[in-house]
């Protein structure tokens, strides 16, 4: 089994910054794409900052210049540095990997998630 456990979250004004960490843990042989997903109030989960295991990052457009996704694989922790934010940022900020791992004398790829972490931000 694999846990995903954030941290970093919390309340900040506009303009402000945070940063985001989230520690992969378990069975793990290797992780492909991490990722980090928010879900404000009545609508759908979406992407907000995705990282390749190489270093290639993918951004939403209305993060693009405010927002930077890093990793440390010797850690297996990947990170969300927030900056400029807005109150549009405010969400449940849920942390994603793509985990291989050892079962029954095969890799397996799996989807975990994190238990999301809550940022808010004040106008």
């Known amino acids: 089994q694999v846990q995903l456990v954030e941290s970093g979250g919390g309340l900040v004004q506009a303009g402000g910054s945070l940063r985001l960490s989230c520690a992969a843990s378990g069975s793990i042989f290797s992780i492909n794409d991490m990722g980090w997903y928010r879900q404000a109030p009545g609508k759908q989960r979406e992407l907000v900052a995705s990282?390749?295991?190489?270093?290639?990052?993918n951004y939403a457009d209305s993060v693009k210049g405010r927002f930077t996704i890093s990793r440390d694989n010797s850690k297996n922790t990947v990170y969300l540095q927030m900056s400029s934010l807005k109150p549009e940022d405010t969400a449940v900020y849920y942390c994603?990997?793509?985990?291989?791992?050892?079962?029954?004398?095969?890799?397996?790829?799996?989807?975990?998630w994190g238990q999301g972490t809550q940022v808010t931000v004040s106008s």
């Open positions: 990282i390749t295991s190489g270093g290639s990052t």
């Open positions: 994603n990997a793509e985990v291989r791992s050892w079962l029954l004398a095969s890799l397996r790829v799996n989807d975990y």
